[in-house]
């Protein structure tokens, strides 16, 4: 058995949830950097205690969790661990932008964590969508080809692809989104 912490990063300058979108005024950056360094701390302090791995996940304009870029954490966590294995588990890939530069970007983590890094991702929930004005109706199609990309680029040479969404072309001329 493996054991793993999971920690969503919620900012505990609150005495309630506030619920969706978290308002700006209620963040006060002295409290966020406190927080965002306990976090960080408690990550750490896993290694020390013996877990196995420490997992991450993605949420936007949330004080449910302070964690729009899982990959920076990783990141940071990489640099400061030596064993512990570094789990994104909620990086909303259809949310992401250009799926080869997330593809680009595991592969860096799971370098500078020399192989430590679990590359998860997920469609993402509906507040996700709304906080980037993408109609969650859309989020499977942008899930189902941001997936093949991702994959795709992690097991080929340079490629092709023609989604709906996302045009490669395989003579390295470059990436263009429709």
């Known amino acids: 058995m493996e054991i793993y912490s999971f920690d969503l ?7 309630a949830f506030p619920g969706w979108p978290f308002p700006n005024h209620l963040f006060d950056s002295a409290t966020g950097t406190q927080d965002y360094a306990e976090h960080i701390e408690e990550a750490v302090l896993c290694e020390e205690l013996g877990f196995d791995g420490v997992t991450l996940n993605e949420h936007h304009c949330s004080a449910y969790g302070l964690m729009p870029s899982p990959n920076i954490i990783a990141a940071m966590l990489a640099a400061r661990t030596q064993r512990i294995k570094i789990g994104i588990l ?4 259809p949310l992401r932008g250009q799926p080869v530069r997330v593809a680009e970007e ?6 500078v964590s020399r192989g430590r890094l679990i590359a998860g991702i997920v469609r993402g929930i509906p507040n996700e969508y709304f906080a980037y004005n993408v109609s969650p109706a859309e989020s499977r199609e942008r899930f189902e080809e941001a997936h ?9 040479e340079w490629m092709s692809f023609k989604g709906a969404l996302v045009r490669l072309q395989g003579d390295g001329a ?3 989104l429709q």
């Open 90 to 93: 909620g990086a909303a890939l």
């Open 106 to 111: 595991y592969a860096m983590l799971d370098c």
């Open 148 to 156: 093949e990309i991702l994959v795709r680029a992690w097991t080929e």
């Open 9 to 15: 990063f919620p900012y505990r300058g609150l005495s």
């Open 174 to 176: 470059g990436v263009r």
